[in-house]
């Protein structure tokens, strides 16, 4: 089993009334809001979290990209990334990924992976989202029916420019390159393993299965929702005659471990409460521009949420139905390693993004939950998959000899 | 009228409603951003036709129209037009008039801005083709069903009516539907309308040279009435006229008033 330390890095000062005063989380949450003089700390202390969880064990750090978002101050998680790629040495810096339609040209994304990748010395997971709507569409403004097809060229021309030792010219629909020569390449071959972000669109499975991309469902829903989910993405891999390694599929879960169940509620409680109540506050109307999902895709969603009736209710987030629910894995040691078992289990994932950080979480809180995780649940969990321990297909294959970054100013602190 | 079916050139397949008599001179109506509704008869079009021999063509990824993949930018678009209106045996000396509203006053004004001199006269109602920024267009493609009621008609009867999927007290499987249609429509319709419906249509404009007539609905809350003075601007020699009692759905909510205008200035 493999464990990615993640965060989104949320604003943690959104207002009481957020919900009740503002539509959405996400697209048109005025920048009012955001005070860069409180935004240092927040980057500071959000970037310090990830580098300790390098230092407890973890096997990935994980970040992402969001676009004026008030749960994820990640525009360029390759900033991130390269901070990470310098300050940490061991584990994998897992970048969730790129939005590859949203750059232009994309073989920027090329570039920016494969310095990361050599800065890091083989360390760089390279995710490759299709984005959500609210980032790619609303706030990046791509056009929804045409998204698809720009990210598949986009693809195609990355993974062709890792490949390429001469260059060559690319004349795609969306990108006309006459001369395609990525200076520098990845040191990872033939490319860093590749992971494939995704939200439940039937086509993005056959996708990773066909091309051997880990699928990774980044949900907020936790695992006894993604069940039926999964599932589906397990019996598309299974028809399309691939083996049923559990390192082809990753899964992101809310957890917030302390010494006892009830002192899990006392600590986290608020916390996790400030993220779904106000942080997950998207406007409906952003969720879905018409021709971002196929009709088949379509046909298969709850409409529930569209309904003018809908739109006045909402029912307020409890710690008891989040935890009831699985969207969040809290208690004790002994309860978080029993339900995480569960969801390792019934999901069949070999990869797990732990969301140990949320919403509006203190810095020592995170750091008790984080360390209590890799101390008292982690050790348990790494042999759940016996048989395929030695698959490392999507994995990183670091350089054995790195260079470690002088350590000059820190000696001076 | 009567339906039948065209295969363009490119490979789309298209459902036109043909009305009117035999031998009237042509008009081919271009349908607005939800398409070509139910009405009862009679409609703008059944108005048109006790005079012209009218043609109106779906566009691909409308109803029962297909191909909508092979359309990807305004280009695509105009020249989809001009391989209908070639299906339908409707160039010179046939020269029809040109009527369209909503996006499809866009496409007949991109189409007419191409070859001027093959279009007899052009109507406007209510187009999309222009943008100005102390007026925005409001984010249609962020609308939740209902919202498409209540911006794009004046009579929220008619908007029930016409548009039953997208109203408040629809049952779950007409919004179904309505959501499904509205992801191909609206799907298509991005190409040339998302994220700002805006695809410099104005620099081309000096090419309209064709008489037009442009109509405006006085309670437009889709693209206000203010683009009205908008297109006055750019084609001085165009009539404009504002009617009342209707939303961007104009055709739909007076059909009577807006085809006697229409005929009125076709003469």
Redesign the interface.
């Known amino acids: 089993m493999k464990f990615t330390w993640f965060n989104l890095m949320p604003w943690p000062y959104l207002p009481d009334d957020f919900r009740q005063t503002y539509r959405s989380v996400w697209v048109d949450i005025p920048n009012r809001l955001y005070d860069p003089v409180r935004g240092h700390a927040v980057y500071h202390e959000y970037m310090d979290q990830l580098e300790y969880a390098d230092a407890l064990g973890y096997d990935g750090i994980g970040v992402n990209e969001h676009h004026q978002n008030g749960y994820g101050l990640m525009p360029s998680p390759n900033i991130i990334a390269a901070t990470l790629a310098r300050r940490t040495s061991r584990s994998a810096i897992c970048v969730i990924g790129n939005s590859i339609a949203l750059y232009n040209p994309p073989i920027r994304v090329a570039e920016e992976f494969a310095m990361l990748d050599v800065i890091s010395g083989g360390r760089l997971v390279a995710g490759f989202p299709v984005g959500t709507p609210m980032d790619t ?2 706030c990046y ?1 791509q ?4 998204t698809r097809d720009k990210y598949a060229e986009a693809h195609e021309l990355i993974m062709r420019a890792w490949a390429a030792e001469e260059p060559f010219a690319f004349d795609g ?1 969306y990108t006309q390159l006459r001369w395609v020569n990525c200076w520098p390449k990845p040191i990872q071959k033939p490319h860093p393993p590749i992971y494939i972000p995704g939200g439940g669109s039937v086509e993005t499975y056959d996708f990773c299965v066909d091309h051997d991309y880990n699928y990774s469902y980044l949900s907020f829903n936790g695992y006894l929702a993604a069940k039926t989910l999964m599932d589906s993405y397990w019996e598309r891999v299974a028809a399309r005659g691939k083996d049923e390694s559990p390192h082809r599929a990753a899964f992101a879960q809310i957890i917030a471990v302390a010494d006892t169940d009830a002192d899990a509620e006392r600590l986290y409680s608020e916390h996790i409460l400030y993220f779904y109540n106000r942080c997950l506050h998207i ?4 969720l ?6 196929t ?1 088949d895709t ?2 298969a969603t709850s ?2 949420r ?4 809908t ?1 006045r209710e909402f029912r307020e987030a409890t710690w008891k139905g989040l935890v009831d629910g699985g969207m969040v894995i809290a208690g004790s040691p002994q309860t978080v390693r029993q339900r995480m078992e569960e969801l390792i289990k019934t999901l069949h994932v070999g990869h797990v993004f732990c969301l140990l950080h949320t919403g509006n979480q203190t810095d020592e809180k995170t750091r008790h939950n984080s360390r209590l995780f890799a101390t008292e649940v982690m050790p348990h969990l790494r042999q759940m998959w016996p048989e395929w321990a030695n698959d490392d297909r999507w994995w990183i294959h670091p350089l054995a000899d790195r260079v470690t970054p002088e350590a000059s100013l820190a000696g001076q602190r | 009228m009567i339906e039948r079916w065209l295969h363009t050139g490119r490979g789309a397949r298209v459902r036109v409603l043909e009305g009117g008599p035999a031998d009237g001179p042509p008009l081919v109506f271009l349908h607005g951003l939800v398409g070509l509704l139910d009405d009862t008869p009679p409609g703008f079009l059944d108005h048109l036709a006790e005079r012209y021999r009218v043609y109106a063509p779906e566009l691909p990824g409308y109803g029962d129209s297909h191909g909508e993949q092979l359309l990807e930018d305004m280009l695509d678009f105009s020249l989809h037009g001009w391989d209908v209106l070639d299906g339908l045996g409707l160039n010179s000396p046939r020269r029809p008039a040109l009527v369209g509203h909503s996006i499809g006053g866009m496409i007949a004004a991109e189409m007419t801005c191409l070859a001027p001199g093959a279009i007899a006269k052009l109507v406007l109602v209510d187009p999309f083709g222009l943008w100005l920024d102390e007026h925005p267009i409001p984010d249609f493609f962020a609308f939740l069903p209902f919202e498409f009621g209540d911006y794009l008609f004046d009579d929220a009867r008619r908007a029930t009516e016409l548009l039953a999927g997208a109203t408040q007290l629809a049952d779950p499987e007409s919004l179904r539907q309505f959501f499904i249609a509205n992801a191909r429509r609206l799907g298509t319709a991005g190409k040339i309308l998302f994220p700002i419906p805006n695809r410099r249509l104005s620099k081309r404009l000096y090419r309209l040279t064709t008489e037009t007539l442009v109509v405006w609905a006085e309670h437009d809350r889709l693209i206000p009435p203010v683009y009205a003075q908008h297109w006055q601007a750019l084609l001085p020699h165009a009539q404009v006229k504002c009617l009342p009692g209707a939303g961007h759905m104009l055709p739909y909510e007076q059909p009577r008033a807006l085809a006697a205008e229409v005929l009125a200035f076709l003469g």
């Open positions: 569409n609303f403004g056009i929804p029916a045409l629909k406007a409906p109307a952003f879905d521009p018409p021709g971002y999902r009709v379509i046909k409409l529930t569209l309904q003018r009736q739109q």
